[in-house]
């Protein structure tokens, strides 16, 4: 089997962002504020954005089930208050968690957070608990940077994210690091911030001994780790200089990269330098790059031909594919097996 | 010859750092601000700083010459204010110019431009155009974060930098997008801003016409390019999706990389990826990482092991040494040959 553990839906019904829309339209005026019960999306809509977009490339492709998560970019915690995000979270996995239902071979759900500049994690554990144990959720987005590109936030390290720890540690859940929309001008989203949170989270869990705290805590660290594996020898140095204990020690059973890397010497060197049990299969299709590569002729995000194409054997492409995400997501082998698979 | 491009003056005598935390202490009453004649380091002592740390590296790994600018973390845009960083770049580009007037076949400078946050980058203007044109310097390096870790410039790409680049092109100087220390602290200095900066300046320069406007103007991004090379794939996807043209027409007659990568995977990347035109040697030492690398008992930062280790001609490696390094600095090339190199 092969599990795609980052995937967004991205493709919603245009309704979804027409209701956002009147939120942020009503944030000065909350009275004009939109009720979630005039969202109205049918079964067959939500079919219908799935089946002719993620379901159809996941059958062309080759994959086989998507960890599947509301839209990155529209998280957008850094808009409105806790209020204005907690309906927000409670819309888009709702939306998840039917998909998930309408295709339960293909489909299973990760909790967007209610974040909020400021507010205190813990208020973001209702929601996380009702979609691990309402929805049969097994995996959370952490958006180590509500403030959308300002990182006004304290640091992952920090004991304000360790109510949130404790809560994912208690159900079994890990979290991807996965920041939203760049109101920072000088952040493209995708292009720069995406890539900068991958390796500024990393880098916040090399400097503390969170782990140390959380042993049973688990982070995937998204879009290949960003700058992280290209730059392992740097990495390698900076803790060593740092006195802690080698990567592999200090961090590998708890920190984990996608392979989420759109172009074959990207996965060369993930697959050369990160051991194999710390590299999950992702593709974050349909995403942020949705072109056709003129140097091959396919999709940039078709990173399984990447995969397939490296230097692996087949026990440990099996393991990218399968094998350590059934180990770091247990409520995703849960249900597996519960399914007979 | 072996031309490095990117080292910084991180073992000036420490009477430097005392005259600077004198600086800092009379931020808040100027009257007990240091005199700049305070600073007195003699020739001897700067000999010495260099003659037993850079200059023995470069004897021991075997390069030539480097391109020698204040040290980077303690350039510190964001303290003070402009009158403050004015002082500050003054004495140390002049530190930096005194070691090349010390080792002529071995150093020549880069300047530090006295940024401040929110200040028009105009106002280093007279300080670029001294260390190039009275000190004989042959490149600048510029902060896109002159707010240390807050990221409040506008980007690169917009016209509050073009009065910068108007003086660049016409003295025909390039310039390194280096910031300096991050004071927030979701930011490492070295494992994250740096990179984070590296990828963000990239990204600026993309979605931009930049280089329409300054066809001539040159950038140089350290670090190996950030977080760039290992996910090529996902910007020539981003620039496609963006109807920009192809990378290689739309940056790289404008923007390079440097070899501060430091392991041989790292490496091997970005000369496989990286047009060879577009790449300069470079270590950074004695810089951010001065640790012996355990899997090869070498210095993590000795990154002319990997590039002789690396697949690349004869010839490909002649220009990442120095063929790139004239075409790209013109006077260095021009200094070069007034000395018969």
């Not at 909790?111 to 909020?116: H, N």
């Not at 400097?207 to 730059?231: C, E, M, N, Q, W």
Request: with cysteine; hydrophobic share 35%.
């Amino acid at each position: 089997m092969i599990i795609d553990c980052h995937g967004h839906y991205t493709t919603a019904p245009p309704a979804l962002e027409r209701w956002r829309q009147r939120q942020i339209a009503a944030l000065s005026d909350r009275s004009m504020a939109p009720k979630t019960s005039e969202l109205q999306i049918s079964d067959d809509e939500l079919r219908e954005s799935i089946a002719k977009n993620q379901l159809q490339k996941m059958r062309e492709r080759g994959s086989d089930l998507t960890i599947f998560s509301p839209r990155a970019s529209f998280m957008a915690h850094h808009i409105g208050d806790f209020g204005v995000s907690s309906t927000w979270a409670a819309i888009c996995n709702e939306l998840c968690y039917r998909v998930s239902k309408l295709f339960p071979d293909h489909f299973i759900g990760a909790a967007m957070l209610p974040q909020s500049p400021g507010v205190d994690p813990a208020t973001c554990i209702p929601e996380l608990e009702r979609c691990v144990r309402e929805y049969g959720f097994v995996a959370v987005n952490l958006n180590p940077d509500p403030s959308g590109g300002h990182w006004t936030a304290p640091p992952l390290s920090d004991r304000h994210w360790y109510p949130l720890y404790e809560k994912m540690v208690e159900l079994g859940v890990p979290a991807m690091i996965h920041v939203s929309t760049s109101c920072n001008p000088s952040f493209h989203t995708t292009g720069a911030h995406y890539l900068n949170a991958d390796t500024t989270a990393f880098m916040q869990c090399l400097t503390s001994d969170l782990f140390k705290d959380f042993p049973a805590l688990r982070f995937v660290i998204p879009h290949g780790g960003g700058a992280v594996p290209y730059h392992w020898g740097r990495f390698r140095g900076l803790a060593q200089d740092m006195k802690k204990p080698p990567l592999k020690e200090h961090l590998l059973s708890n920190v984990f990269f996608d392979t989420c890397v759109y172009h074959q010497p990207g996965i060369d060197l993930l697959t050369k330098v990160i051991p194999v049990d710390n590299i999950l299969f992702a593709s974050e299709m349909i995403g942020a790059v949705r072109g056709i590569d003129p140097e091959t002729g396919h999709a940039f995000d078709d990173t399984k031909r990447y995969i397939e194409a490296s230097a692996l054997s087949t026990a440990d492409r099996q393991k990218i594919y399968e094998g350590n995400a059934r180990r770091i997501y247990p409520r995703l082998d849960a249900a597996l097996k519960a399914r007979g698979r």
